[in-house]
């Protein structure tokens, strides 16, 4: 039986929903090509007008939809109205297990990737840091295997848990 790894999440909240931070996010962490091609994969949209975090493993009260493609992933993340949801995509960085995208009930975004839980408190706070200042994020954090929070107020809670690592505020950009 082999051991389970552990991952830390590394996330970063920034106010720059826009086409220009996804886009120089994907180049960065992204294999696209790989990433492209969602198959049948569903978005799990949270309701519109929803604020509350959805408990982690209830998954009912999402709504569904086809991924399609990548391009149709961003595309809805970017429509109006704005939806959340939570994307997984495949790293081409060595050491990177995911990055990740999600759009935020609160028109904001989350950026982030997974790493193997083998790094030190000093190699978390500097990725968090340099996560939120390559991307003018105002919340930073890095913790132990936690779904990307859904809104702000989400990821200031998130200072509090258990499994937060590193939190850092920055300036708002």
Excluded: W
């Excluded at 590394?10 to 198959?39: K, Q």
């Excluded at 595309?75 to 994307?87: K, M, T, W």
């Amino acid at each position: 039986m082999s051991p389970c790894i552990a991952y830390i999440d590394i996330y970063g909240l920034t106010m720059h929903r826009d086409l220009e931070t996804i886009n120089c996010f994907l180049d960065n962490y992204v294999d696209r090509e790989v990433s492209e091609d969602r198959g049948n994969e569903k978005l799990m949209l949270v309701p519109l007008g929803y604020r509350k975090h959805p408990p982690r493993y209830f998954l009912g009260e999402y709504e569904r939809e086809s991924a399609l493609s990548l391009s149709h992933v961003i595309q809805r993340g970017l429509d109006y109205p704005r939806r959340s949801f939570s994307i997984y995509l495949k790293s081409k960085q060595t050491g990177i297990y995911l990055a990740i995208l999600n759009f935020t009930v609160d028109d904001q975004l989350v950026i982030g990737f997974s790493i193997e839980d083998t790094a030190d408190e000093e190699r978390v706070e500097l990725l968090v840091n340099n996560l939120v200042n390559e991307y003018k994020c105002h919340l930073g954090m890095g913790a132990v295997e936690e779904p990307p929070p859904i809104s702000e107020r989400a990821f200031r809670d998130a200072r509090n848990q258990p499994t937060t690592r590193y939190f850092c505020e920055a300036n708002k950009y």
